[in-house]
C-alpha cells in the first residue's frame, strides 16, 4: 500500500495536491483495494462548486458504490473524462492516471483540517 508523503488525506480516503491555489483529488490505494475492480465513476461537472466533506460523484466497483467526498471546499476548474472510459485506471495508478477533479481552493485555511502520511497511515493501519 502507497501513501506519498507529499499529499494530504481524509478520513474517508481521499488524497489531495496542491499545487498554487490548485487541488488535485483522488482516492488512495488502500480506498482502490478495498472497492475492488473499478467499473464505473460519476464526476461533477467543471465549474460546479462543494463544500469540504461534501459528496461530489460516485464510484462503482465489483464490490460497492461508495461516495467520494470533496476534502476542501471550492470550485471544480478540471475533472479527469478519461476515468469516463478507462475508470480501472484509479485501480493501476489512483496517484496518477488515476486522479479524478481539480478544484480551486476557496479557503486555504481547510488543509488544515486534513491528515498527513503519517496520520493517514495510522488510520489503516499502514
Do not use: C
Not at 467499473?39 to 465489483?62: C, H, K, N, R, W
Amino acid at each position: 500500500m502507497s501513501i506519498p508523503e507529499q499529499l494530504k488525506y481524509t478520513k474517508e480516503h481521499e488524497w489531495l495536491k496542491v499545487e498554487d491555489n490548485v487541488a488535485t483529488i483522488g482516492i488512495t490505494d488502500w480506498a482502490q483495494g478495498e472497492l475492488g475492480d473499478i467499473v464505473f465513476m460519476e464526476l461533477p461537472a467543471e465549474g460546479d462548486q462543494f463544500d469540504q466533506g461534501q459528496s461530489f460523484g460516485t464510484i462503482e466497483a465489483v464490490k460497492a458504490v461508495s461516495d467520494i467526498y470533496a476534502p476542501i471546499s471550492g470550485k471544480i476548474v478540471v475533472v479527469n473524462a478519461a476515468l469516463e472510459d478507462d475508470p480501472m485506471a484509479i485501480n493501476r495508478d489512483p496517484y496518477g492516471d488515476g486522479w479524478m477533479i481539480k478544484i480551486e481552493i476557496a479557503d486555504p485555511s481547510e488543509l488544515g483540517n486534513l491528515l498527513d502520511a503519517r496520520a493517514y497511515g495510522e488510520l489503516v493501519g499502514g
